[in-house]
């Protein structure tokens, strides 16, 4: 008889059966895996879970929310079973070989009725009167991007400040000595109505009910190649109306630089606030960073090429884009290759595996990644922005660009005539380009203008910028 516990103390799953010990188990879920630790006399076995993870060399943390399938070898775990169970990290429910990772809510919290409740409560409170700052990367998926670095460089300057972070489960790694608060819990409707000052990366989703002496900071997340909002293909009411209520909703937009300030300030109709071009505050590390340590914590040995293989999502599909097998490009190359899905393919998909193959794709920060590539592989991704920064070879994957440019986005500006690389359509195409030692000085001229443009306030003091006039304008007390 096979049986199911869940170790609330401990946080892990427990399995047991009679019979001789299983060779293994694990408990696989699209980004994360856990292995069990067995034990057995012979007449009854025990198999031990881990309900939490340290990915990357992090933290000691919960597992990413999401389905887990379990697996004892020559067990059958079609009988067990365990009702919905709120631990501390996590809530887990348990069906045959099925296992349900879901973020620590009560489930009367997380009922229509119960975020009913708790949105009437969060719009009903004074709020704006904590000298807090309520901080979301990627509606929560992670603690980084620009928010990331403007919670550093606030954390050293202005140490008395709150710090919330806004996660989607606790999975999330946040920085030292910021307060995790999971969306929709009544934690979470108390700090976004309480702090004095958001900083945002993407859309305010839920309701937003704005507190006396509030102000909302919309970093953005990157420059433009494609169309953004009213800009994008087709005319649609709806999307612009949604458009305009959300760029209301802020006080000041953050731009990379002044070619980015334009094009933000029209496609989300932008007008009579300021827009800060100071830099992107995520770009610093580029400047100022070593990565030895990201290449530690990813088993990268030092003098190991790196590819980082990091395309944007597509609308017409929610998965990460195949077009490049990633192992054979670690063996063409020989290199190393990191593959960076988009915060948007993070849930949809699963992570890529093989011989010096290492899905990157829920790594915390981008950046970092950046900072250890030897070259970058991308497509119509605004990392090429950001990348530029290093002065170091970008390639372009564009096999979709007639139906990407033509029908589903659109550009502002045309790629082939003004990328710093080479546009390549097949594999193949793209390890020539990648062995070819002569293409980054034929760039060269490219590259330069390129940086001028896009890269002028990415000087390593974004960060400081802009938390010094957070400072000096109030919105946060030092």
């Keep these: 008889m096979t049986t199911a516990r869940i170790d609330e103390q401990a946080e892990r799953l427990v399995i047991a059966g009679d019979g001789p010990a299983p060779a293994d188990g694990s408990l696989d879920g699209p980004r994360a895996r856990v292995s069990a630790s067995i034990t057995g006399d012979g007449e009854r076995w025990q198999a031990v879970f881990p309900l939490q993870a340290a990915r990357w ?85 992670s603690a980084g991007c620009n928010p990331l670095a403007i919670d550093r460089e606030l954390a050293a300057r202005a140490p008395g400040v709150t710090r919330y972070w806004s996660v989607v489960d606790l999975s999330v790694p946040v920085p030292d000595g910021a307060i ?54 087709g005319f649609d009411p709806r999307r612009m ?38 830099g992107y505050p995520r770009n610093d590390m580029l400047v100022t960073g070593d990565g030895a340590a990201t290449r530690a914590a990813l088993g990268i040995g030092t003098d190991e090429r790196v590819l980082l293989y990091a395309p944007t999502w597509r609308d017409d599909r929610s998965e990460m884009v195949d077009f490049v097998d990633p192992q054979l490009l670690a063996e063409q190359a020989d290199a190393v290759v990191l593959v960076r899905g988009h915060s948007r393919t993070l849930k949809p998909g699963k992570d890529t595996s093989g011989a010096r193959v290492i899905d990157v794709t829920g790594f915390p920060e981008t950046a970092q990644l950046l900072l250890i590539a030897d070259a970058l592989i991308t497509d119509y991704s605004s990392v090429m922005f950001d990348y530029s920064v290093t002065g170091k070879p970008m390639f372009f994957l564009v096999p979709d660009l007639e139906h990407y440019r033509g029908q589903l986005r659109g550009f502002y500006f045309d790629l082939d005539k003004r990328a710093p690389g080479p546009l390549v359509k097949t594999q193949d195409e793209l390890v020539a380009a990648v062995l070819d030692s002569s293409l980054p000085g034929h760039f060269g001229p490219r590259y330069a203008a390129w940086r001028r443009q896009f890269n002028g306030r990415d000087d390593g003091h974004a960060s400081e910028r802009v938390v010094s006039r957070l400072l000096d304008l109030g919105y946060i007390a030092p």
């Design 57 to 141: 060399g992090g933290q000691l943390l919960p597992l990413p929310s999401g389905e887990y399938r379990l697996s004892i070898a020559g067990a059958d775990l079609s009988e067990i079973a365990q009702a919905p169970l709120v631990l501390s990290g996590l809530r887990v429910t348990l069906q045959g070989d099925r296992v349900e990772i879901a973020p620590p809510l009560d489930p009367a919290d997380e009922t229509a009725a119960g975020q009913s409740t708790l949105e009437e409560r969060y719009v009903a409170q004074a709020g704006g009167d904590e000298n807090a700052v309520f901080f979301e990367s990627f509606y929560g998926q």
């Design 180 to 233: 995790a608060v999971v969306e929709g819990s009544p934690q979470w409707w108390r700090a976004r109505g309480a702090a004095r000052l958001l900083i945002v990366n993407d859309w305010l989703r839920r309701r937003f009910a704005r507190k006396p002496g509030q102000k909302v900071l919309q970093t953005w997340h990157g420059t433009p190649l494609k169309r953004l909002a009213m800009h994008r293909p």
């Design 241 to 278: 109306a949604a458009v305009v209520k959300e760029s209301r909703r802020w006080d000041v937009l953050l731009a990379q630089n002044p070619y980015s300030e334009r094009i933000l300030k029209k496609a989300y109709a932008f007008f009579g606030k300021p827009i800060w071009t100071d």
